[in-house]
């Protein structure tokens, strides 16, 4: 027999059969035999929105066949079967109906008085106190009506609006459950396991477990737990939730893998490069989490609106019943009034904001794209600009020396010098400076007292002279001159293109190191794609005139502002915001930590130091450089989904409020144009799964533009040309 015929039930252990009822839950894959199994399964061992949407199903199916027996009497008795020689039977089939109605308003009802007796100890009423009050009235005024041998009851409306209602619970539920099992993965990471290779046992541990150096097995089709490099094994592997890349990336040994990446095809031994749980898995867990949390702006005003409706609500509808019953029997007036209750609960209003968020937030967390506050989403929809910074972002952070002039100085003691300091700056020219004094095979000098000075560079102590490395205003802030022999090789550097670092010491300046960098390939495409969508793009970099004009040029930016310290970045932003409207900022780097606190948005690139990363709203993968417009139509996707899902509960709210309030509407019917309205928001907010995920095919345009601009690989190899 094959796998597939001998696969045993989860729930009752029987066979699967050959057409088993296939079920993700929990991150784990589960076979059932029937759905009924699957649902009592869910219903066992589920969390959260699974579990609830689960039990939902059960209630829905207990209802169903209470309600639909005093479905069947009512109709008996509403085309007179029982008038004439049989009425007799009538008081019989009302106390049947009575019978039918009770296990049902008690168990379809349990959850909406529970929800609204929480509400009231909290001092608020919530729109489950609207169905409570609407359906309580309805039955007792039907079981009272038994009691006294009435022919008018209405057993029939309590149970179908409570069946209707949990019915658009359900579907709010279920919906909320796909939301949560596509975000599964993300928020896997706090629960995981690994497969603990020592001494040739294997063994199941929690990744919090594992320590540097362990040797961890991952089987194909299996999330990589930790951060580390294959020792054993081939694979194909999915890294699209960390890195946003779509396609899978082959794997060898001696190759780094990535905590939540899936492992398609092949048997791993990777040997963990560090924690278990201090890994970007992890991090993106802790952060998705944090961020479902919080309410945006957007839902808190929906939730005060939602409290403020429920008591006038309740006010109309007393009002409606005193009006009515002026004219008309009072049992058709407390109809009139019950169908004002269930029409005006504001089922689709609290829905509207959240669903939508949380998918939105998933969309953008499944490509490794990490918000800190969902109301960021909202904020990221209305920008009017980018502001970029250019090292490290717009270019590829991979800059290279290539000449350095200097004067009264050798190359050897200046790159000592140098390098000694930029050991303590993370900034990607002060790696270029490192990188050029090894290759040298230069030493650096042990530097004490260095502080960073953001868009400036960093000074300290070197032996007993004081030194700085960084930008002329640096210099000039010391007091420490430039000769003119130095500043004329300096210009012509800038002049073609080059950005400039200031090496000094002992109260002056040393050396000026030339270095060239090339514009990341994808930045001009995403420049463009962020224009056509109505943006406009600034440059603002602490670089000279020259190397920012070159990259601006090269990837499509108009507006440059060069030069600039960090606090003169924040003042030129905030004139931009002044004048312009909200803007973002995208940077990478130590000096960029102030500048990306300050914008309306700030967005650091996937390499971005940790103060960038703390100090931004927005985290974008490790080359996801390019996934910035994507990120702009999910935002503008989410805000149109929550305008049009508010739009849509009002208006249809107020119309049906009325239609309820003419006498219009019966009870029955008004609970299914509500759970009509809960159904349209629902079904509105899952169309953001059809906004396409970024593909490889975007990207067209960013190689071709590689394939014209390569980078300046002779400037690479140039040899250090120092000034005498």
């Avoid at 996934?627 to 009002?650: E, G, K, S």
């Amino acid at each position: 027999m094959s796998e597939r015929e001998t696969s045993l039930c989860s729930h009752c252990l029987l066979p699967a059969g050959r057409r088993p009822v296939r079920h993700r839950l929990d991150g784990e894959e589960h076979t059932f035999c029937c759905y009924g199994c699957r649902i009592a399964f869910d219903v066992r061992h589920g969390r959260g929105e699974e579990s609830e949407a689960a039990w939902l199903l059960v209630r829905i199916g207990v209802g169903a066949f209470l309600s639909m027996n005093i479905m069947l009497l009512s109709l008996l008795v509403y085309t007179g079967t029982f008038a004439g020689a049989d009425a007799y039977v009538l008081p019989w089939v009302h106390a049947l109906m009575w019978l039918f109605a009770t296990p049902a308003v008690v168990f379809l009802g349990g959850p909406f008085l529970g929800e609204a007796l929480r509400g009231a100890m909290e001092g608020r009423l919530t729109s489950a106190a609207l169905i409570v009050i609407g359906v309580a009235a309805a039955y007792l005024y039907s079981a009272f009506a038994v009691l006294e041998g009435s022919t008018h009851v209405y057993f029939d409306t309590s149970s179908m609006v409570l069946m209707l209602f949990t019915l658009g619970r359900y579907l709010e539920a279920e919906s909320r459950a796909k939301a949560a099992r596509d975000l599964e993965p993300l928020l896997a990471a706090e629960n995981a396991t690994a497969t603990i290779v020592a001494d040739g046992v294997e063994t199941r541990r929690p990744v919090r477990d594992v320590a540097p150096d362990m040797l961890v097995r991952v089987r194909p089709g299996e999330l990589i737990p930790v951060d580390g490099i294959i020792a054993e094994g081939e694979a194909n592997v999915d890294e699209a939730m960390i890195t946003g890349e779509s396609r899978p990336v082959a794997k060898a040994p001696g190759m780094p893998v990535i905590a939540g990446s899936i492992n398609f095809d092949g048997p791993l031994l990777v040997r963990c490069s560090g924690a278990g749980a201090d890994t970007r898995w992890g991090h993106i867990c802790r952060s998705v989490r944090d961020t479902l949390s919080h309410r945006s702006s957007t839902q808190r005003i929906a939730d005060r609106i939602v409290s403020i409706s429920v008591p006038l609500v309740l006010a109309l509808s007393g009002l409606t019943i005193a009006y009515w019953a002026q004219s008309e029997p009072f049992d058709r007036a407390l109809l009139i009034g019950l169908a004002v209750l269930v029409v005006a609960c504001p089922c689709a209003v609290g829905l509207a904001a959240p669903l939508a968020t949380t998918l939105g937030i998933g969309r953008l967390a499944r490509r490794g794209c990490l918000l800190r506050e969902p109301e960021l989403l909202e904020t990221l929809a209305t920008l009017r600009g980018v502001a970029f910074d250019k090292t490290g972002t717009l270019t590829t952070g991979s800059p290279h020396v290539t000449a350095i002039h200097t004067d009264g100085a050798g190359l050897d003691e200046v790159l000592s010098y140098s390098s000694g300091l930029e050991r303590h700056s993370e900034h990607a020219l002060a790696k270029a400076v490192r990188i050029a004094a090894a290759e040298r095979g230069v030493r650096p000098l042990e530097a004490q007292a260095v502080r960073a000075i953001p868009g400036r560079g960093i000074r300290g102590t070197v032996g007993d002279a004081p030194a700085a490395v960084g930008s002329a205003a640096l210099m000039r802030d010391l007091g420490w001159p430039l000769s003119l022999k130095l500043r004329e090789r300096a210009r012509g550097s800038e002049a073609d293109g080059r950005s400039l670092v200031h090496v000094g010491w002992d109260g002056r300046v040393r050396a000026v190191l030339a270095l060239d960098d090339v514009p990341r390939p994808e930045a001009r495409t995403a420049v463009e794609a962020l224009q056509s969508r109505g943006l406009y793009a600034v440059l603002l970099t602490g670089d000279g005139t020259g190397p920012a004009r070159d990259i601006a040029t090269a990837v499509g930016i108009d507006e440059i502002e060069a030069g600039l310290s960090a606090e003169a970045k924040r003042e030129v932003l905030a004139h931009i915001r002044g004048s312009r409207g909200p803007v973002a900022m995208v940077g990478d780097g130590l000096n960029d930590g102030p500048v990306l606190a300050d914008a309306d948005v700030g967005i650091a690139v996937g390499s971005a130091t940790d103060l960038a990363r703390e100090a931004a709203a927005l985290t974008l993968p490790d080359g996801g450089f390019w996934m910035l417009p994507w990120v702009i139509d999910i935002a503008r996707a989410v805000r149109r989904t929550i305008l049009t899902n508010l739009l849509w509960a009002f208006g249809y709210n107020l119309v049906a409020l009325t239609a309820a309030a003419l006498g219009l509407l019966q009870p029955i019917l008004a609970a299914v144009v509500m759970a009509g309205s809960s159904l349209l928001v629902v079904m509105n907010s899952l169309r953001l799964a059809r906004v396409p995920d970024p593909e490889p095919a975007d990207l067209a345009g960013r190689r071709s533009f590689h394939q014209d601009t390569p980078p300046n690989t002779s400037a690479v190899k140039a040899e250090y040309q120092p000034t005498a």
